[in-house]
């Protein structure tokens, strides 16, 4: 099949900077528009033993979804839970109710054991509490762990607060560590729109790290 060469020059189009051409239902069929899936950089909070990271601002309906990114988060206590908790009053309380579910696969330096499972006592149904995202962080000078965290529509008084968690860490268990990957996801069950987030550690504080959040267009 052959192609044709479109001049952009002869098409009925202003251009527009940081815009690309879409179509639409006019006559003509096209647009200038903004570039889907775009991730807008909001904020960016860098921990300095910090008992949590708290995301108060910009968490509102101008996105649909928000992502945020763990870097060489460092906990300053051996075999510390990475957790988070949602708030619907600005981050005055963190008590949303949440369910979710718990995923971890592991290979240890050791090569004496590997897994795939399920932790059914990691997992929350219609607790108020802070969520597991991750186990047992090591607080070694090289040990962290790194991973994205995806919010949807959190804004919405219509549905429940839908997440998921994908992280990779040094998982401190065993006599040598574990390269370790757990998978978390669930949901707010409110109605009521979330506008702030916070992490934390189970125990200790956050040593060291940095978390970015971006909305996505």
Sequence with gaps: MALSKVNFNSLNLTPTASKVVKFNSNNNGLEAGDVGGAMNLISTQTASSSANISFTSGIDSTYKEYIFKFIDIHPATDGAEFMF???ADSGSNYNVTKTTTFFTAYNAESEDS???????????EQGTGNANLFLYIGNENDESLAGTFHLFDPSSTTFVKHFISTISGYNSAG??????RQHVAGYGNTTSAVDAVQFVMSSGNIDSGTIKMYGVT
């Design 175 to 180: 006599s040598n560590g574990n390269a370790t």
């Design 114 to 124: 590997a897994n795939v499972s399920y932790f059914s006592s990691l997992d929350l």
């Design 85 to 87: 908790n949602f708030s």
